[in-house]
């Protein structure tokens, strides 16, 4: 069976910190898979805030995940402190993509890297929307840096 595989950017955009709590361990005493995608949103709002935005308010409209694509590279454990790091790629007329990688400080040992596509939504109206241009160049400007 194919597995999935993620190609990562040369260079992110973002990199926040964070630490791993006994709530993302799962029974087996690793971070759990489900739970690895809530650390990943929590890096999610900290790009966006990073840009001057909220995932409800970019330019007037909000954001929802249309889909996600994780690999898993090592096992993550309580206590350990998480290295996220993001960009936006792949521009469509509606959305984007966020890659990610995870990795632990201390070692930097990977720990699992993704995709996470996302569509901008107008919540007054309940329908998709166009990129904000803004956002576009405030992405990229952030790429290049």
Sequence with gaps: MPRVQINLPGQFAFS????LYVSHMNYAGHLD???LLSVV???R???????GYSELDVEGLGIVIADAAVQY???AFHGEVMVVRMTAA???GKGCNLLWQMSEK?????????????VFFD?????????PENFRQNAAAASAT
């Design 16 to 19: 926040t910190e964070i630490a």
């Design 33 to 35: 898979n489900a739970l």
């Design 41 to 43: 949103s929590e890096a």
């Design 45 to 51: 709002a900290r790009f966006f805030k990073s840009l």
């Design 73 to 75: 590279k090592s096992e």
């Design 90 to 92: 792949d521009f469509s």
């Design 106 to 118: 201390a070692g930097q040992r990977e720990v699992a890297r993704g995709k996470t596509g996302i």
């Design 123 to 131: 919540y007054t109206a309940r329908k998709p929307a166009a990129v």
